[in-house]
Structures are given as C-alpha cells and as structure tokens.
C-alpha cells in the first residue's frame, strides 16, 4: 500500500466524513425544496420524489451493499482493484434493472425521463462510493468530505441554472450527472490513488462470483430496505396522486437530516469496530458497537426534537402557506427517519458480525409489515397512515436486529 499522507486522527475523519456528507445530502434536500419553489405546482416535485425512491433501489443495487464489507475485510482477502471491477459490474446491472423497473411503474412518460436521469446520476453516486470505502479503509475520510462539498455544491448551482434555462426537470439532472462524473474522475480517482495500492479495475470470474454470492443477501435485503419505503411512497402515489406524494415528500424530506448525519457520524466508527472483532473477540466488539448504537439514538432524538420545535416557521419559510395543513405530518416523519437510522446502524453491525443472511432477514420482516399495514392505515389515516405504517414495520425489524446481535455474541462468548 502506498504511503498515507493527511488526515488519519478519527476526530478528524468524523469531522470531514460529517460535515461534507450532511452538506452533499442538504443540497440533496434542498434540490428537493428548489424544484417545488421554481415550479408553479407540486408535480415536478412528485416526479422527482418518485425517482428518489427509485433511485433508492438502485442504490442497493449499484453499491452491492460493499462498502461496510469493503472495511471490514481487515484481512485483505479482496483487493481495492477487485472491489472497483466489481462495482462496475453492480453498477450496470443495477441501472438496467432499475430503468425496467422505473419504466414498468412510472405513471406517465415525463416521470420516466426523470426517473432515467435520475439513475444516470445515482450510477456515479454508486460507483464512487467504492473510492470511498478505500479511503475509509485508509482511514483518509477527509477526502470523502471535500469529494462531498465539491458534489453539493455543484448540483445546486447545476440545478438552479438548469431548471432557468430548461424548465425541464430530466435535463436538469442530466447536467448534475455530467458534473458529478467529471468529479469522480478528476477529484476522486486521483485522490484515491493515494490511498490504496492500485485502483485498476481487476477480477478473476471466481472471485465475482465468490463477492456475488457472500454480498447477495445483504444486497437482496437492502432492495428490500429500499422498497420499504418506495414501496410505500409509491403506492401512495398512485392511490392518493402525484401532488399528494409531493406534498408528503416536501414534508418530509428534512427529516433525511437524522439519517445523514446519524449514518455519517457512526460510519468511522466501524473499522475500530471491526478491527476488535477481528483481534479481541464479538464481546469486545459489542462493547462498541453498542455505544455506536446508543448514539445513533441519541443524535436522532435531539435532532427530531430540534426540527419539531421550528417546524411550523422554517417550512412556512421554505414552502409558503400552502404548506403549513401538513406540518402535522412531520412529528412521525421524525420517527420515522429515526427508525431508519438506528437500523441501519444495526445492519451494518450484522455486516461486519459475518451475519449477512440475518441482514435479509431484517428487511424482509418490514417489508412484510408494511405491506400489511400500507392499506388499511394511509385509508384511516392519510399521509400519517404512511408514517404510521413504516413506524411498526421498523420497530419490529430493529428488534429482531437486536435479539440476533444478542445470540451472535452469546455464542461466541460461549465459545470462548
């Protein structure tokens, strides 16, 4: 491995890996709060809601779910030249599922040209994500915060001027793609060459399949995790409108805060915790991976109560009076998102615990519930039935999360 130069204190890469990322996901959201601005009504909103959700399938996909695999592998059973020709492959196979997916739900042509573009740009969001995890392994998050303030703040700028000169949402993401691929190249691979021993794309056919097969519950849990949620919005969608999924969404996009940061905050902290699994036993690991946990909760409280408390001002602010009979909506949007963060934390512990098929599992027990409650709950209770629903699927996957945290560690204290 090349010799590491810049940043490698944790505070540090906590530091980078937070501020950027939350930067890059904040000009994500207010991308989101531009196209319901610059827009006479909420459609374009809907579009763009829509592909988001599809774009987050795509995201488990495209990624393969290797960047907490990618970290843990302590050993270097796989090299970075491996990781990088696999995602390749990931990549485009996830975009030609998705776009057959996104073409067969889409509700009209305009949604499905959003949809596409959309993808073109989560594609590179998904390949350079395996830079990253080089970086991370490198214990160099500094660069992963400066590739994510370049990225936010060229899709804004890229945006607005996209949507002045067009007024077309597709075209506008087709401009955000063509930057954020210029900066994969220009920014990003160099950086990344310094960080690990070669980033030239290289596989033998047996270890892609041997990737493909540990990666694929995981992964097929993750397309699980993302349909939660798309699932839901998307049935919502179709029953109640476009506009009333854009109206949803504007609501409760905010709410994304509490996972960025919470995901982001914890992210460097999974090396260590993989690095004393791997030298001092699951017990030890637990220890934490625990207090990773507890925080997550704990940065997601203090954050749900922060954006209750400006709730009514700051979307007013943003949205104008239109918007102001759904702030009822937020409160359990907060939960919701809360939720999400906290089982995400406790997947990514799987991961690194070896239990990639409980990871599955995880998933599939909240698809099940939603599906079971979307129904009956958005009928009774509209867009709070959305929340409510994905509230009880997650409750219910997060403790079974934590019952096989439980007995992994009990029997490796055992064996012990």
């Known amino acids: 491995m090349k010799e590491i130069t810049g940043t490698t204190d944790l505070k540090s890469n906590i530091l980078w890996n937070t501020s950027g990322t939350v930067f890059y996901q904040g000009c994500l959201w207010l991308m989101t709060v531009l196209v319901a601005r610059m827009s006479s009504d909420y459609q374009n909103a809907g579009m763009l809601a829509f592909a988001m959700s599809v774009g987050n399938i795509y995201t488990a996909i495209g990624t393969f779910t290797m960047r907490t695999f990618q970290v843990s592998d302590i050993a270097e059973k796989y090299s970075s030249s491996n990781y990088i020709a696999f995602r390749i492959f990931t990549v485009g196979l996830g975009f030609i599922l998705c776009a057959i997916y996104g073409i067969i739900v889409s509700p009209s042509i305009e949604t499905t040209l959003v949809i596409l573009s959309f993808l073109l740009f989560k594609a590179d969001e998904s390949f350079v994500n395996v830079f990253y995890g080089c970086d991370q392994k490198a214990k160099r998050l500094d660069i992963v915060g400066k590739s994510q303030f370049i990225r936010g703040?060229?899709?804004?700028?890229?945006?607005?001027?996209?949507?002045?000169?067009?007024?077309?949402?597709?075209?506008?993401?087709?401009?955000?793609?063509?930057?954020?691929?210029?900066?994969?190249?220009?920014?990003?691979?160099?950086?990344?060459?310094?960080?690990?021993?070669?980033?030239?794309?290289?596989?033998k056919k047996s270890q892609c399949f041997t990737l493909f097969k540990i990666c694929l519950p995981t992964v097929v849990g993750n397309v699980i995790a993302g349909l939660i949620v798309s699932a839901a919005r998307q049935y919502f969608g179709i029953a109640f409108g476009e506009e009333a999924l854009g109206i949803y969404a504007t609501v409760a996009t905010p709410c994304v805060i509490i996972q960025v940061l919470a995901q982001n905050l914890y992210a460097p902290l999974l090396l260590p915790i993989a690095e004393t699994l791997h030298d001092e036993g699951a017990k030890e690991a637990w220890k934490k991976a625990a207090k990773m946990i507890l925080m997550v909760m704990t940065v997601s409280v203090v954050l749900s109560i922060l954006l209750i408390t400006v709730s009514t001002p700051l979307l007013h602010f943003l949205y104008g009076n239109t918007i102001l009979p759904y702030v009822n909506v937020l409160p359990m949007a907060l939960l919701v998102m809360s939720e999400i963060a906290v089982s995400y934390a406790i997947t990514d512990v799987l991961i690194i615990y070896g239990k990639l098929k409980q990871t599955l599992m995880l998933s599939f027990i909240a698809f099940i519930c939603m599906g079971i409650c979307i129904i009956p709950l958005t009928n009774a209770w509209y867009m709070n039935g959305l929340n409510a629903t994905l509230i009880i699927a997650y409750a219910i996957a997060i403790i079974y999360g934590l019952i096989t945290i439980y007995f992994s560690v009990k029997k490796d204290d055992d064996h012990r």
């Open 153 to 203: 703040l060229l899709i804004i700028v890229l945006f607005v001027l996209g949507m002045k000169a067009t007024d077309n949402l597709s075209l506008s993401l087709c401009c955000i793609f063509f930057a954020c691929i210029a900066t994969t190249i220009i920014f990003d691979r160099a950086q990344t060459k310094g960080t690990t021993s070669s980033i030239a794309p290289s596989i």
